[in-house]
């Protein structure tokens, strides 16, 4: 059974950190781009970063530019957010999505999280 599943979400004060895990089950990530996108309440789904295959490249929102960081250990079939200086436009749900090879716009990663809650307090 194929599976991605976000954990790390918490309610954090403005300024602070928080580290996002995506797990994969039921397949093996090191031949897929991983994204994470978020939505919040109101707004549509954007992509926050994406790495694509053996993170050859890595790309991110300008919003999220220089506070966010994407990493991957296809070891262990996970995906990392870390997230540094975090503001409470960043409140939102972050969900993890794989496609095969290169990322892409959300609409084509076939395999979805379930989602996780970040909430910043300002």
């Known amino acids: 059974q194929v599976q991605l599943v976000e954990s790390g979400g918490a309610l954090v004060e403005s300024g602070g950190s928080l580290r996002l895990s995506c797990v994969a089950s039921?397949?093996?990530?090191?031949?897929?781009?991983v994204g994470w996108f978020r939505q919040a309440p109101g707004k549509e789904r954007e992509g926050v970063s994406c790495?694509?295959?053996?993170?050859?490249?890595?790309n991110y929102a300008t919003s999220v530019k220089g506070r966010f960081t994407i990493s991957r250990d296809d070891a262990k079939n996970t995906v990392f957010l870390q997230m540094d200086s975090l503001k409470p436009e960043d409140t939102a749900v972050y969900f993890c999505?794989?496609?095969?090879?290169?990322?892409?716009?959300?609409?084509?990663?076939?395999?979805w999280g379930r989602g996780t809650q970040v909430t910043v307090s300002s």
């Open positions: 039921g397949f093996t990530l090191d031949k897929y781009a």
């Open positions: 790495a694509s295959t053996g993170s050859s490249s890595m």
């Open positions: 999505a794989a496609r095969y090879h290169f990322c892409s716009e959300a609409r084509d990663f076939g395999y």
